[in-house]
């Protein structure tokens, strides 16, 4: 059996199978990114809080942006060498746009590196701070977690002496991290009590945990299967109880239909007693001595004396003081704050005067001083350049973010103007890839900062939790770079072991190489989409 | 010279799996398990939906108990399948809790639709029939076909799977809302072990699925007709199957969308559908950035979500369209206002997807767009009834099992389609929103309409498939309790509905029934009024479990002791399909097909018998012979 027109076009179609099939594919995931740009403009339209105007370095973008037209046109020029029956000018072309897909990635890999390093925090009042977080240091060195990754200051330290673990859900990772850091400490946690459990109906309590047993997973998974045959035996009990009472009061009242009776019909508990064992559902430990603990802000709900993990393990002990210390504070941002003055009919400027961070932080008081001068300049420049409209208001004004917003290049500018020497060429133009150069630029330009955790609103790495743009930024941006790979995984398969099917039916290659260079061209063509929207606008 | 090309080609097509060709003996794995030939994957699509659609049915027995005994503990005639630590987990004294209750009621809706309904008429069907149907040797992609089919089995095993972890499967509804479904597990600190993380994978895995199915089914259908085969030469059914395909190829990427957003939501906590300032009794106040909107999912969901009704529907339809026509002896009743009312059912279900959200507040403007369009939908709807009954006038019916299925459809679907006119205007709706009025209506549409429609089709080419008719007395003991069950079970839901049930309450009303005794609760009095229907339905449902027992029975027992067909054309029907042997071998046809005329050419005065097939070619008049100028190339058949 064969299946027609896999070479050659149908005369009345005028289109070989995959051409319609890459056609009909192409129909869908112009849909599927449909969803996400109305996602986008619903998300944009409707966000409550100062949607990040080109807030993308733009010179990756843009050189992505001729990278990917460059490979639109040598695909092409790959495929009509196939044609041409040229071999080898197809391998130079298609190795080309293989060539441009990497660099693609390259650029992008770049680019999300930066943003998944850095910090943002929102303070309660809407104030935004953004820069690199430290590392946890003890005796100046860097401390690391028992999985060997260093750890950031933005840890919820908590002395505790007590811990709780449910026996329903624990998270063993966590419960290996406890130990870890107990261990580190030279402390020992041990089972507060005896664990007694019933492991037969009318048998005897047995002690499956001595008190003074050491924390671990194993000992937990014993508890827990303990646990959970209790569980499982108290339920048949109750369950035969409950539908024997059924069967009575049924037999009792035939009459009644089921919600009349539900009121009366109920196991008597002292009956059902002897039949049930205990479940043993949380589990008490002593920490010895009290070991500083430190948890990710996102795993525990904290409390002065009692916190909880999600897994519901309970901390007891004292939370102490869990500063998230900002090793280069780069960027303040007042816009949200701006806008939620502007909403309450406060002004924007006095509210940012007001605020705990210029009044608490000399660094953020002077660069805000600073920055209101160079609105004004910037005020009087456009007053200058375009004038005003017949009402006598000025034509153009600075916007919401030349107002609000101190970005890196400001605080480098401010420190420039202050006679600080500037960044070789080089040097800068590296800073529009990877971000500003703490290094070279130094303390004065980007301050350490410490933030009083009671102080933060909310807090985030610059990943899609942060915000929402954030989260669509990553994913379209996502999604568009696994069509990239997926595109020149296909194309480089052409590439690298085309030959054997050149040498059979190069008409079928190249009818192939079509196919794929039609997606490649989607490939490009979304990416002409996305990087306006998503630098630009 | 382009068919010698072909033929070279063809030959190079196979180089690497040199055991597919027909010449060869596939070997078991390759013939059975990972097989390319249409026919087995129909077949494996059907033998799954009809195993996801029994599981879908058990967990719907359950909730039925928890409706209509709420107090009293699961039965073990229903409990043995769980293991007693399940039990202990998801069962409070052995009563469905209403977590439970959430969780099957959500598993069950999407079972039905994704998992059951939709591979059976779109998976089964369209995969068997289709190739046949258009006289091509198998589909344009048979690898693709069988990655279609691999890909629904591990999304299906995903989802289903998830029945088993720590956070049981997922429990947000089947159209997984958010915020609730982007809170919903938040204990389990892996996320990707959570039911409901589980869910999105799952339907990542389907939508996949159905996207290369849809291509793989409208490039089928382009290319690969046989010769002569014109447009409007296609069987009604090849029609309903391309108009299905691009309902799935257009409707599904946003909901696929929307489930990498909430997917994005739940694993790096972003916030496309959680609104800012969000509050849980449970966690506080969320640790999000807010600033999302649950809106937006509602839309992407629901622009699948209405689309996905068609596609429900269609294939079912399609079925009845082809039997009908058999078993009247007599052509389809307008033909083509039905190929033109499916095109425009198509077009129009893109657009009325937000009468689903009339109680979102998205205002009048909008609710009266979205109004408008979906009473013009049922324009068509009522075209392609209409035109389906009046072919039944004057026809020289045949009462044979398919015939029983498909006359019971028009009916049973007729109710399910006019029941949810008052739920197209948006004043209505607001009273029967979410009560058990919808959920009546479009269980009339998906069980005894659709579900129907596929059992007729299921009777209906069982004798192409297997060589043999299914049976005839088992039958009727599956169709005439089905069909009053069915009836039982839904009817009282639209009255049940009206007077306020709401479709969520786990224990059928009985909540409320305290309240009525001496307060002046809105729904008071109609709670106790109608709460015995509860009972009533609940044993209906389960009769109808009952009442499948027949049809497995027939669907083995016939495999070995059916009566065997006569012929290859056992109805004695016009459509292709009839004209391979039977079972229809590798590669389809045994001749090359060549297309004469229309597809439902019955009891023509000028021709002996009361039917001429397609491919049978005209002696008398050559006049009417049509040799296609532009198929010169078709390429030979062995």
């Known amino acids: 059996m064969e299946i027609p027109y896999i070479v050659t076009p149908r005369k009345d179609t005028g289109l070989f199978n995959s051409k319609i099939a890459i056609w009909l594919f192409l129909a869908s995931e112009v849909m599927l990114f449909g969803g996400f740009f109305s996602a986008y403009v619903f998300l944009r339209i409707g966000a409550d809080y100062p949607w990040p105007e080109r807030t993308l370095p733009v010179l990756p973008g843009l050189i992505n942006t001729f990278v990917l037209i460059g490979s639109s046109v040598t695909v092409v020029f790959a495929w009509a060498s196939l044609k041409l029956r040229q071999w080898r000018r197809f391998q130079i072309f298609m190795g080309i746009t293989v060539a441009c897909a990497a660099i693609f990635m390259v650029l992008k890999g770049i680019e999300y590196n930066v943003k998944l390093h850095h910090q943002a925090v929102r303070l309660k009042d809407y104030t935004v701070i953004e820069g690199h977080l430290g590392y946890e240091k003890e005796d100046g060195v860097e401390v690391k977690d028992y999985k060997g990754h260093k750890i950031e200051e933005n840890q919820i330290l908590i002395e505790a002496s007590k811990l709780t673990f449910s026996t329903v859900r624990f998270h063993k990772p966590w419960v290996e991290s406890l130990m870890g850091q107990a261990a580190h400490h030279n402390a020992e946690i041990t089972l507060t009590e005896d664990i007694k459990a019933i492991t037969e109906i009318g048998g005897k309590e047995e002690v499956i945990a001595k008190a003074g047993d050491k924390l671990s997973p194993g000992l937990l998974s014993r508890i827990q299967k303990a646990h959970l045959a209790a569980r499982k035996s108290n339920s048949v009990h109750r369950t035969a109880a409950l539908r024997e009472e059924w069967k009575i009061a049924k037999n009792d009242s035939p009459e009644l239909k089921g919600w009349q009776l539900a009121g009366a019909v109920s196991v008597d508990p002292a009956a059902l007693a002897p039949k049930l064992i205990s479940e043993i559902s949380t589990v008490g430990f002593t920490v010895n001595p009290p070991v500083e603990f430190m948890f990710r802000p996102r795993d525990v709900q904290e409390g002065a004396t009692q916190s909880r993990l999600r897994d519901d393990t309970v901390i007891e002990g004292k939370l102490l003081e869990s500063p998230m210390i900002f090793h280069h504070v780069d960027a303040i941002d007042f816009q949200h704050l701006a806008m939620k003055a502007e909403q309450k009919g406060i002004d924007p400027i006095s509210a940012i005067d007001a605020s705990w961070l210029v009044q608490n932080s000399p660094f953020a008081r002077e660069a805000w001083e600073w920055h209101k001068g160079e609105v004004a300049k910037l005020e009087a420049e456009l007053l200058k350049d375009y004038g005003t409209d017949k009402k006598g208001n000025p034509k153009r004004e600075p916007t919401h973010k030349d107002r609000y917003r101190i970005g890196w290049k400001e605080l480098v500018k401010k420190v420039e103007s202050e006679g600080r020497p500037k960044l070789s060429g080089t040097a800068s133009l590296a800073e529009e890839f990877v971000g500003p150069n703490y290094a070279a630029r130094g303390d004065e330009t980007f301050p350490h900062f410490s933030v009083p955790r009671e102080q933060i609103g909310f807090a985030s790495k610059f990943t899609p939790s942060w915000n929402t743009y954030y989260a669509i930024y990553f994913t379209m941006t996502g999604l568009h770079g696994l069509h990239v790979i997926g595109g020149a995984i296909v194309l480089g398969y052409y590439l690298f072991c085309g030959k054997k099917m050149y040498l059979a039916n190069p008409e079928w290659l190249a009818n192939r190489v079509e196919v794929g260079g039609l997606f490649w061209h989607f490939v490009d063509l979304v990416w002409i989409f996305v990087f306006p929207v998503l630098y630009l606008m | ?638």
């Open chain 2, 1 to 638: 010279m382009s068919s010698h090309d072909h033929t070279l080609a063809g030959h190079d097509a196979h180089h690497d799996d040199h055991h597919h060709d027909d010449h060869h003996n596939p070997g078991f794995i390759q013939k059975y398990v990972f097989s390319t030939d249409h026919k087995w994957i129909g077949i494996q699509y059907g033998i799954t939906a009809l195993l996801f659609l029994a599981f879908g049915f058990y967990l719907m027995m359950v909730m039925r108990w928890s409706i209509a005994y709420p107090h009293e503990p699961l039965p073990s005639w229903m409990s043995w399948i769980f293991t007693d630590g399940w039990k202990a987990r998801w069962l409070q004294d052995g009563k469905v809790t209403g977590e439970t209750y959430n969780m099957f009621g959500a598993m069950h809706g999407t079972i039905m639709v994704f998992l059951g309904i939709v591979p059976l008429g779109f998976g089964a069907f369209g995969n068997y029939v289709t190739p046949l149907q258009i006289g091509a040797p198998d589909m344009a992609f048979p690898k693709l076909n069988m990655m279609s089919y691999w890909l629904y089995l591990a999304g299906g095993l995903v989802m289903c799977g998830s029945f088993f972890l720590e956070s049981g499967a997922a429990k947000s509804g089947w159209t997984n809302y958010s915020p609730l479904a982007g809170f919903a597990d938040g204990q389990v600190v892996n996320q990707w072990l959570s039911g409901q993380t589980q869910w999105l994978g799952g339907l990542v895995l389907l939508i996949t699925s159905s996207l290369l199915g849809s291509v793989n089914f409208i490039t089928t259908i382009i290319n690969l007709r046989a010769r002569g085969m014109t447009w409007m030469r296609l069987p009604f059914f090849v029609w309903a199957m391309l108009v299905t395909g691009f309902l799935l190829l257009l409707a599904f990427p946003p909901l696929e969308a929307a489930g990498i957003m909430q997917l994005m939501d739940r694993v790096t906590h972003s916030s496309f559908f959680m609104p800012s300032g969000l509050f849980t009794k449970s966690e506080g106040l969320a640790d999000l950035s807010g600033g999302g909107s649950p809106l937006l999912f509602q839309h992407l969901f629901w622009f699948l979500g209405h689309p996905e009704v068609y596609v429900l529907l269609l294939p079912s339809l399609a079925c009845v369209a082809e039997i009908i026509p058999v078993n009247t002896r007599k052509p389809l009743w307008g033909y083509k206002s039905m190929v033109y009312s499916v095109l425009v059912l198509g077009f129009l279900s893109f657009i009325v997807w937000a009468h689903h959200m009339y109680m979102t507040g998205m205002g009048p403007v909008v609710s009266t767009w979205f109004q408008t369009t979906t009473v013009l939908i049922s324009v068509p709807s009522v075209i392609l009834l209409t035109a389906m009954i009046i072919s039944l006038w004057g026809g020289s019916i045949r009462f044979t099992m398919p015939m029983i299925w498909a006359c019971a459809f028009l009916p049973m679907f007729g109710i399910g389609g006019l029941t949810g006119l008052p739920l197209a205007f948006n004043l209505a709706d607001l009273h029967l929103h979410d009560t058990y009025y919808v959920i009546g209506h479009f269980h009339y549409v998906v069980a005894p309409g659709i579900l129907f429609g596929l059992f007729a089709g299921i009777y209906h080419w069982y004798p192409k498939v297997t060589g043999r008719y299914m049976k005839n007395s088992l039958g009727h003991l599956h169709f005439w309790p089905s069909l009053i069950c069915m009836n039982i079970i839904f009817f009282p839901m639209l009255v049940q509905g009206m007077a306020g049930f709401h479709r969520r309450w786990y224990n059928g009303g009985d909540a409320y029934l305290s309240k009525a005794q001496d307060s002046v609760n809105v729904f008071g009095n109609t709670v106790v009024q109608h709460i015995d229907l509860n009972i009533l339905m609940s044993m209906g449902a389960w009769t109808l479990a009952i009442a499948q027992i027949p049809f497995i029975l027939n669907v083995f027992l016939s495999l070995k002791f059916g009566k065997k067909v006569e012929n290859d054309n056992p109805w004695d029907a016009t459509t292709l399909e009839w004209a391979t042997p039977t079972p229809p071998g590798h590669g389809n046809f045994t001749f090359d097909p060549v297309v004469y005329r229309g597809p439902y050419e019955y009891s023509r005065p000028d021709c002996e018998g009361d039917f001429l097939p397609q491919w049978v070619e005209p002696k008398a008049k050559p006049a009417e012979v049509k040799p296609d100028p532009v198929h010169d190339n078709t390429p030979s058949a062995h």
